[in-house]
């Protein structure tokens, strides 16, 4: 069996706009049998979003249909926090000096 480790950044739900949190389930529901090129899966509370396997993260994202604001907390803001992976969890706290949404 092959082990993988992740360094994960986890963050509220409320750190995405309501927009993007409904693209983020569909995109989610399209790519759910995708196993090795899905990069968000739903997990039941959130969204776990993976942009290490795209490409071209910036321009997927855009494309996808993303915000600026999502775009950017997924490309130069992990890039900058060192983590490959963002889990959005209703649950967890807001980044620090980032915009909050109220949905």
């Known amino acids: 069996m ?3 480790t992740y360094t994960l950044l986890v963050c509220s739900t409320a750190c995405l ?3 993007d949190g409904e693209l983020l389930e569909v ?3 399209q790519q ?3 196993e090795s090129s899905r990069w968000v899966t739903c997990v039941g509370y959130g969204w776990l979003v993976r942009p290490e396997i795209l490409e071209n ?3 997927t994202l855009r494309e996808a249909g993303l915000s600026e604001n999502t775009v950017s907390l ?3 803001g992990i890039a900058r926090m060192g983590v490959q992976m ?3 969890d ?3 706290d807001p980044l620090e000096n980032w915009p909050v949404f109220d949905w």
């Open 17 to 19: 706009s309501r927009e």
């Open 32 to 34: 759910a049998f995708r």
């Open 57 to 59: 993260p910036a321009l």
């Open 2 to 4: 092959k082990h993988e």
């Open 90 to 92: 209703q649950d967890a």
């Open 86 to 88: 963002v889990i959005f």
């Open 74 to 76: 997924l490309t130069a």
């Open 27 to 29: 995109l989610a529901r």
